[in-house]
């Protein structure tokens, strides 16, 4: 299955410092994305990047993916205490594909 | 912006009574779907739904499970006889129609915590 691994599954840092997460699946992609879960909330869609690009960012967000390691990164620069939250990655989506996800990485920003 | 939204936002039932979990997916999406997540663990995908019928279901989704689309608007998740590990927080997603690439993006609906005493 194509299932996202993400590593570290936590994760504190102080306010201001980057936040690099990672992500590994097993399968061949068309797509990866990056999902946002507040605490007992719902999921936020973050970015998808196409499994021919390298590299995406949106605003303080840097995603890569490297297809010959079947990984991705999520960095956040300059971290807010408003981005702790756990982050996903997730594969498939497409059609009528399902989407599966990793067990996330719980990211903690200290004021 | 447009979102998906889900009512209602807690559910609590007892066991071997029904639930209907509502959502109102994004007004031009035709893609939807239900996942859940017991507390700690993954988000788990339960069954997709295009053209008014199901297009891929998980092993989770059993007979006790069912979804419908009763009007243009809403999209239902069904549970005959809710049992403790139906415990879970329930999402909706939507996706519009479309060729692959940014269009494969699912959007989530804000979830329905089910609690089954």
């Known amino acids: 299955s194509q299932q996202g691994e993400e590593d570290p599954q936590a994760l504190s840092i102080q306010e201001g410092e980057n936040a690099t997460m990672n992500c590994s699946y097993k399968?061949?992609?068309?797509?990866l994305q990056w999902y946002r879960q507040n605490s007992g909330r719902g999921l936020v869609h973050l970015i998808l990047i196409r499994s021919n690009e390298r590299e995406k960012h949106s605003g303080r967000l840097r995603v890569t993916l490297d297809t010959s390691k079947k990984s991705s990164s999520l960095l956040i620069t300059a971290s807010r205490a408003a981005d702790t939250a756990s982050y996903f990655c997730?594969?498939?989506?497409?059609?009528?594909?399902?989407?599966?996800f990793g067990i996330g990485t719980k990211l903690q920003v200290i004021p | 912006e447009p979102e998906v939204t889900q009512t209602p936002s807690h559910q609590v039932t007892q066991m071997g009574q029904e639930v209907i979990l509502r959502c109102v997916p994004i007004s031009n999406h035709l893609y939807f779907y239900w996942y859940r997540q017991i507390l700690g663990q993954k988000v788990e995908f339960l069954v997709s739904f295009y053209n008014n019928e199901i297009s891929e279901k998980s092993e989770i989704f059993d007979d006790q499970f069912s979804v419908e689309r009763p009007d243009g608007s809403n999209f239902t998740l069904k549970i005959r006889s809710t049992k403790l590990e139906d415990s879970a927080m329930y999402f909706c997603?939507?996706?519009?129609?479309?060729?692959?690439?940014?269009?494969?993006?699912?959007?989530f609906g804000p979830g329905t915590r089910l609690t089954v005493l």
């Open positions: 399968t061949s992609i068309n797509n």
């Open positions: 997603a939507s996706r519009e129609p479309g060729l692959a690439g940014d269009l494969d993006t699912q959007y």
């Open positions: 997730a594969t498939g989506g497409g059609g009528y594909q399902k989407v599966t």
